[in-house]
């Protein structure tokens, strides 16, 4: 089966076998946390500043042990061991998706740079910064494993300077580190969803498992699936869901509020490839304008870019990435294949490969792009079982021997 469907009740029996034990950062919703019990993970503590996003996370965790709803800033490793009961070099791994506006390539990454930004509601510091606070509370506990997962556009132009930093700090840390741009489609997520992981593994493990120090992109796992699942994989189902149904109606009449629907309603329905508003339709329109203006003399008006962002992808092929703006209304980046809409919540998390019955709380629109921010929890199960197979296991074994 190419598309990969699960229940909370599934992900708990995963995480029930407690084949390793790890904790997170910029928890958000818990699209990590879902791809580590799936991989038979067992949390200790959790750490989001968002409030609505760490009460989703409780509802769909209840048993979550230990967790911290405020700034990475306020926290220590000292308090996470007091809380959790681990010592130093204990906790098997340190997860943490640091806030990756600045580096995104669906956004200004470069106009974002190094400045301080509104997020919240409030004014905080360089979001970017917040990496190094995350590195500073590995030091302190000493994990195993720390896996962090980012954009793609981190690997790029001004970006690669903190990728740089990240990998030199984790080495003074005393951990051989490396990165690979991972490809969602080839791990069961119905996305072109690229992401950076970064895997640091303590440098006396890597002596215990006699891994040598160049071997370490070994650990990144193959890709899982035979053939690549698509969005009709996916959500072709719902097409007959009542519930989905009724959101997919309220998103339809707030499309029609949106100064693109105009635009929008041109573009074909159930395509046999992408097309896009702004290519397919407003570029067209836009050389004839530019034609007819110039022959008169007069001047031309200026295209906007956004309208060219817009994409309805076919049946038969997997999503764009899905991104917090791009589910929207007023963007409309992500559109249905037969619908002048965006996707809906069941929709969004079927291509995010959350559970079927995943909670989010919240307005339609916070949902969506809730569920744009996530990590896609199949991915982060495949990296998880590889350092899990490769490094735990083997490290475990090597120290139950001794005993």
């Not at 489609?185 to 992981?197: A, E, S």
């Not at 009709?232 to 009724?246: F, T």
């Not at 998390?349 to 919240?362: A, N, Q, V």
């Not at 929890?377 to 998880?384: E, F, G, I, S």
Request: proline fraction near 5%; include cysteine; hydrophobic fraction near 35%.
């Amino acid at each position: 089966m190419k598309y990969f469907r699960y229940t909370l009740d599934d992900l708990h029996k995963s995480a029930d076998k407690k084949l390793f034990n790890y904790i997170t950062f910029f928890a958000g919703g818990g699209g990590s946390s879902c791809g580590y019990k799936l991989a038979g993970g067992e949390v200790l503590f959790v750490n989001e500043f968002q409030q609505v996003a760490m009460d989703d996370y409780l509802a769909n965790f209840p048993d979550t042990p230990h967790h911290i709803t405020g700034d990475i800033k306020d926290v220590t490793g000292k308090q996470i061991m007091e809380m959790t009961g681990l010592k130093v070099g204990e906790l098997d791994l340190l997860d943490g998706s640091p806030p990756c506006p600045p580096f995104s390539m669906s956004g200004t990454k470069q106009k974002g740079w190094n400045q301080e930004k509104m997020a919240y509601g409030m004014k905080q510091q360089n979001i970017e910064d917040l990496t190094w606070e995350m590195i500073r509370i590995a030091g302190e506990m000493k994990p195993k494993v720390i896996i962090c997962e980012n954009v793609k556009g981190l690997t790029m132009d001004y970006a690669k300077s903190h990728l740089d930093k990240m990998c030199t700090d984790f080495e003074a840390l005393g951990y051989t580190t490396t990165y690979k741009v991972l490809n969602g489609i080839h791990f069961g997520v119905p996305q072109k969803r690229q992401r950076v992981f970064i895997i640091s593994v303590r440098n006396d493990v890597m002596d215990d498992i006699d891994m040598p120090w160049m071997l370490i992109s070994s650990l990144f796992p193959d890709g899982a699936m035979d053939e690549e699942p698509t969005v009709e994989d996916a959500i072709g189902d719902l097409r007959l869901d009542n519930e989905n149904r009724v959101e997919a109606h309220e998103l339809c009449e707030s499309m029609k509020k949106s100064a693109k629907y105009k635009w929008l309603k041109r573009l074909p329905k159930n395509p046999d490839k992408v097309v896009s508003v702004g290519d397919d339709v407003v570029k067209p329109w836009y050389q004839k304008v530019i034609a007819h203006r110039k022959k008169w003399g007069k001047s031309v008006p200026e295209a906007k870019s956004s309208f060219y962002q817009s994409r309805r992808v076919p049946w038969h092929q997997a999503s764009h990435t899905l991104s917090e703006q791009g589910l929207q209304t007023s963007l409309a980046v992500h559109l249905h294949a037969a619908e002048d809409r965006v996707y809906t919540t069941k929709e969004s998390k079927r291509i995010m490969t959350l559970p079927e019955d995943y909670i989010l709380t919240g307005t339609l629109n916070e949902r969506l792009a809730r569920i744009g921010l996530m990590v896609a929890p199949l991915m982060m199960k495949y990296v998880a079982e590889a350092i899990l197979e490769r490094v735990l296991k083997p490290y475990n074994e090597v120290h139950n021997s001794k005993d």
